[in-house]
């Protein structure tokens, strides 16, 4: 029997192959720069930076009185996730989102490529819920395992080259005896995090589970909708979010970030032809 893993795939794939098939049929790709975005309909996944940045570079939908308009405004489409607004090539002219995931997506159709020119450049932080003790705890693992070189190993096992060399293993013998913590995370951005059957793994996941090994806590994660996260780390019912999440003046109003673990760029993915 096939396993979960290579029926997912094939069905990413299939429908990748699928819609950028449907973009030949279409108007040939017109954005070469970024600022060939104005008056396009551009792709974003609802509530990440890629959409905020790009609703206020190129729309007036957050101008308020006195603010100087954008002369040809482009037109927002907001999906659930990445991959929808990617198969949504030929409806829209444009993708924006982060340098990694653009990549896989790219890999699997010729039709599509990343513009050379970098979108922003952004750092990527845990959340947590204001005042938790735990946004130091993590800090303080954060810095250890940067130190001793767990986390290079986690991103060179995702990235590059030495992909699959490199995975991150809980050490025998670890104590979890401090409880369990809960992690809200989007599961649909790889590398960053991404169904592997059942489970969920990616870069993400691979460091959360090294720092809590390393505090002393048992963790469990949990998916939801990217825009649902920051509520979930609010409300209690997720101890910290974890999903490739850039730290914002607006997102710290509502939550407390940990220092950056890595720095990521948003790009802009189009139709090849």
């Given at each position: 029997?096939?396993?979960?893993?290579?029926?997912?795939t094939?069905l990413?794939?299939?429908?990748?192959l699928?819609c950028?098939?449907a973009?030949?049929?279409?108007a040939?790709?017109?954005?070469?720069?970024?600022?060939d975005?104005y008056?396009?309909?551009i792709?974003?996944?609802?509530?990440?930076t890629g959409?905020?940045?790009?609703?206020?570079?190129?729309?007036?939908?957050?101008?308020e009185?006195g603010?100087?308009?954008?002369k040809?405004?482009?037109?927002?489409v907001?999906y659930?996730?990445?991959?929808?607004a990617?198969?949504?090539?030929?409806k829209i002219?444009?993708?924006?989102i982060?340098?990694?995931?653009?990549k896989?997506?790219?890999?699997?159709n010729?039709?599509?490529?990343?513009?050379?020119d970098?979108?922003?450049?952004?750092?990527?932080?845990?959340?947590?819920k204001?005042?938790?003790?735990?946004?130091?705890?993590?800090?303080?693992?954060l810095?250890?395992?940067k130190?001793n070189g767990?986390f290079?190993?986690?991103?060179k096992?995702?990235?590059?080259d030495d992909?699959g060399?490199?995975?991150?293993?809980?050490p025998e013998?670890?104590?979890?005896?401090?409880?369990?913590l809960?992690?809200?995370?989007?599961?649909?951005?790889?590398?960053?995090?991404y169904?592997n059957?059942?489970?969920?793994?990616?870069i993400?996941p691979?460091?959360a589970q090294?720092?809590c090994?390393y505090?002393?806590y048992?963790?469990e994660?949990?998916?939801?909708d990217?825009?649902?996260?920051?509520?979930a780390?609010q409300s209690?019912?997720?101890?910290?979010?974890?999903?490739g999440?850039?730290v914002?003046?607006?997102?710290?109003?509502?939550?407390?970030?940990?220092?950056?673990?890595t720095?990521?760029?948003?790009?802009?993915?189009?139709r090849?032809?």
């Amino acid at each position: 029997m096939k396993s979960i893993k290579f029926i997912v795939t094939a069905l990413l794939t299939a429908a990748l192959l699928l819609c950028c098939s449907a973009c030949s049929s279409v108007a040939a790709n017109t954005v070469f720069k970024a600022d060939d975005l104005y008056g396009k309909k551009i792709g974003v996944q609802l509530g990440t930076t890629g959409d905020t940045f790009a609703t206020d570079s190129y729309t007036n939908e957050n101008k308020e009185e006195g603010d100087e308009k954008v002369k040809d405004p482009a037109t927002m489409v907001r999906y659930k996730t990445g991959n929808e607004a990617v198969m949504a090539q030929g409806k829209i002219d444009a993708v924006i989102i982060d340098s990694e995931p653009a990549k896989a997506f790219v890999e699997l159709n010729s039709d599509l490529k990343i513009l050379d020119d970098p979108f922003v450049q952004e750092e990527y932080a845990i959340c947590f819920k204001k005042g938790s003790e735990l946004t130091a705890e993590f800090n303080k693992a954060l810095a250890a395992l940067k130190a001793n070189g767990t986390f290079d190993k986690i991103l060179k096992n995702f990235i590059g080259d030495d992909a699959g060399k490199t995975p991150y293993v809980t050490p025998e013998g670890t104590d979890h005896s401090k409880g369990k913590l809960i992690m809200a995370t989007n599961a649909f951005f790889k590398p960053y995090e991404y169904y592997n059957g059942q489970s969920i793994e990616g870069i993400d996941p691979s460091m959360a589970q090294a720092i809590c090994d390393y505090l002393g806590y048992e963790l469990e994660i949990q998916n939801y909708d990217f825009n649902a996260i920051l509520g979930a780390v609010q409300s209690g019912k997720a101890d910290f979010g974890m999903a490739g999440m850039t730290v914002t003046e607006d997102r710290k109003k509502s939550v407390d970030f940990s220092d950056s673990y890595t720095t990521a760029t948003q790009v802009i993915i189009v139709r090849a032809k």
